[in-house]
């Protein structure tokens, strides 16, 4: 016997997840309202005025450690 399984809320859902550094809420990246980048790493909001709020001191939301 053969069959199809269409599964749309898979494992590529929860790898599209992303955490907005500023209110912790989770959104999906591909739907994110806003995006920027840090010291080489990506970040994604869930509106303009959480990017405009990190954008304003990023080091307020995040810790990059150096080595």
Not at 12 to 26: F, H, K, N, R
Not at 33 to 62: I, L, M, N
């Amino acid at each position: 016997d053969t069959y199809l399984r269409i599964d749309a809320a898979g494992d590529d859902e929860a790898e599209d997840l992303a955490t907005d550094p500023v209110c912790g809420m989770q959104i999906l990246r591909s739907t994110a309202a806003a995006y920027d980048s840090y010291c080489g790493h990506p970040y994604y909001f869930c509106s303009v005025d959480c990017r405009t709020k990190f954008v304003d001191d990023p080091e307020q939301y995040v810790q990059i450690k150096t080595m």
